[in-house]
């Protein structure tokens, strides 16, 4: 995973509450095991509408989506933050997420970001009236920068640690590799080993 200290870009103003992880990454994705390329599949039934706001020409390129409450509600498929990844986000603000989702968000890398729901609204108008302004995100300084909105955002220490640091959850383990091969090298050889 790639260690992240600042997402900067232009910004998808979505606004929808209670979108759930099926309409995020449809059921079809479920058929992969393995993480494969998952931006076809992003929001697939919206996109079938020209009107919907990823498909206008103006939001090409952004790379965060300012969302309703509730943002990745429902089943805990890891394909949701994996389809909006491969699509090329890196950022999702709203007011609230579904909990499963926003874990899944920080193993993989995508900020989950929430802000309450007045200042999100102020981004998504701002957004709507120059589709080319910015947003910034500093997981440092833990504080989201746009057009007339300077807020601050409140994150675990230990996600954002780990997000600073670019660690998954394998990574996170490996840091204490020599402490397991010494643990295991000490346990009675009758004992299972993962050496086995």
């Not at 200290?5 to 449809?26: E, F, H, M």
């Not at 697939?44 to 409450?69: C, M, Q």
């Not at 579904?98 to 900020?111: A, Q």
């Amino acid at each position: 995973m790639k260690a992240i200290r600042k997402v900067s870009g232009k910004a998808l103003p979505l606004g929808y509450s209670d979108v759930d992880t099926d309409q995020i990454a449809p059921s079809d994705t479920m058929k992969f095991s393995e993480r494969v390329n998952l931006s076809d599949y992003l929001f697939r039934d919206w996109r079938e509408d020209p009107n919907f706001v990823l498909n206008k020409p103006e939001h090409r390129g952004s790379i965060i989506i300012l969302a309703g409450e509730n943002f990745g509600c429902g089943s805990s498929r890891e394909h949701a933050p994996w389809a909006l990844l491969d699509y090329g986000f890196r950022a999702v603000i709203a007011p609230s997420f579904g909990d499963i989702f926003k874990n899944n968000c920080s193993k993989v890398g995508l900020l989950a970001i929430e802000l309450p729901d007045e200042i999100v609204k102020i981004l998504i108008q701002e957004v709507e009236k120059n589709p080319e302004a910015e947003i910034t995100i500093d997981l440092e300084k833990c504080v989201v920068i746009g057009p007339n909105v300077i807020k601050n955002f409140m994150i675990d220490e230990f996600t954002r640690q780990k997000l600073l640091k670019g660690l998954d959850d394998i990574e996170l383990t490996l840091l204490y590799e020599k402490d397991i091969k010494e643990y295991e090298q000490l346990r009675p050889s009758y004992y299972p080993s993962i050496n086995s």
